[in-house]
C-alpha cells in the first residue's frame, strides 16, 4: 500500500465525517496538511457552501470525499499579476483567441484527462465532472478557452462567488504558455479582487500568486 494512502488512512481516524445533511466543523479545525472533513456528497448546494467558507473538495476516485482548507492560502492579487517579457511578445502576436464559457463541458473534460506527475489517476471523477457541469449550468463555474485556429488548445475553470472572488480549479494545455494565454487573459479582462489558487505551484508563482493566512483570505470571502 503507498505511503501516501497510509498517511491518508491517519488523517481519516482524526478528521470529522459528514453525511449529506451535516454542517462543515469550523476551518480551524483542519489538519496541519489542510484537511478537514470526508464524506457528505457534491451537490450545488453543497459545493458553494464549501467554497464561501473556504473549503473545497479535493480527492481520487479510490478515496472518500475529502474536503480542504489549507493554511495559509495560495493566491493572486490580480494587481500583482507578473506577464514576463517573452509572454507579453506571445499576447501581442494574437496567435491565440480566448474565450469565455464557450465551451465549459470540453474544457473540464481536457482538465480531467490530463496525466500530472505523481498521480496515477485524476481527482476530477465522473461525480465531479457532472456536479461542476451542473453549477455551470446555474452560473456559478466558469471556463475559459484558449483556440488556435479553431482548435481547443488550453483551459481552465474555477467557480465565480459572485463577491469578487475566482476560486481556480484546474487548468490543462497542449501548447507550451497557452494555459498562460489565457489565465493571463482573462485576469486583465476582468474585475475580481482576488484569484483562489488554493495551493502553492511553481506555474503560479511566477505569474505573481503568493501565500496569505487562510484568515485573511477568509475575509476576502466575506467582502469585509
Not at 15 to 31: D, G, L, Q, R
Not at 89 to 115: G, P
Not at 125 to 137: R, V
Not at 188 to 202: E, F, G, P, R, S
Request: some cysteine; glycine content about 6%.
Amino acid at each position: 500500500m503507498p505511503i501516501i494512502t497510509l498517511r491518508f488512512i491517519v488523517l481519516y481516524l482524526s478528521m470529522k465525517y459528514i453525511t449529506n445533511n451535516m454542517s462543515f466543523p469550523e476551518v480551524s479545525e483542519a489538519s496541519e496538511e489542510g484537511l478537514l472533513a470526508v464524506g457528505g456528497d457534491l451537490s450545488a448546494h453543497r459545493l458553494l457552501e464549501a467554497y464561501r467558507l473556504g473549503i473545497f473538495p479535493w480527492f481520487s476516485e479510490e478515496e472518500p470525499i475529502l474536503w480542504w482548507s489549507p493554511d495559509p492560502r495560495f493566491v493572486l492579487f490580480p494587481e500583482k499579476l507578473k506577464v514576463s517579457k517573452s509572454m507579453k511578445q506571445i499576447l501581442r502576436k494574437a496567435d491565440y483567441e480566448v474565450t469565455l464559457n464557450k465551451d465549459f463541458k470540453a474544457v473540464i473534460t481536457a482538465c480531467s484527462l490530463l496525466k500530472r506527475a505523481g498521480q496515477e489517476g485524476t481527482w476530477i471523477t465522473k461525480n465531479m465532472l457532472e456536479a461542476y457541469i451542473q453549477l455551470h449550468h446555474l452560473g456559478y463555474a466558469k471556463s475559459v478557452e484558449v483556440w488556435k485556429k479553431g482548435t481547443l488548445v488550453a483551459g481552465l475553470y474555477g467557480i465565480d462567488l459572485n463577491n469578487g472572488v475566482f476560486c481556480g480549479e484546474s487548468m490543462f494545455t497542449k501548447e507550451s504558455n497557452a494555459s498562460k494565454v489565457g489565465f493571463i487573459t482573462f485576469i486583465q479582462k476582468t474585475n475580481y479582487k482576488l484569484i483562489d489558487c488554493q495551493v502553492y505551484t511553481q506555474h503560479l508563482e511566477s505569474l505573481g500568486a503568493e501565500d496569505i493566512t487562510r484568515q485573511e483570505f477568509l475575509k476576502y470571502l466575506k467582502n469585509d
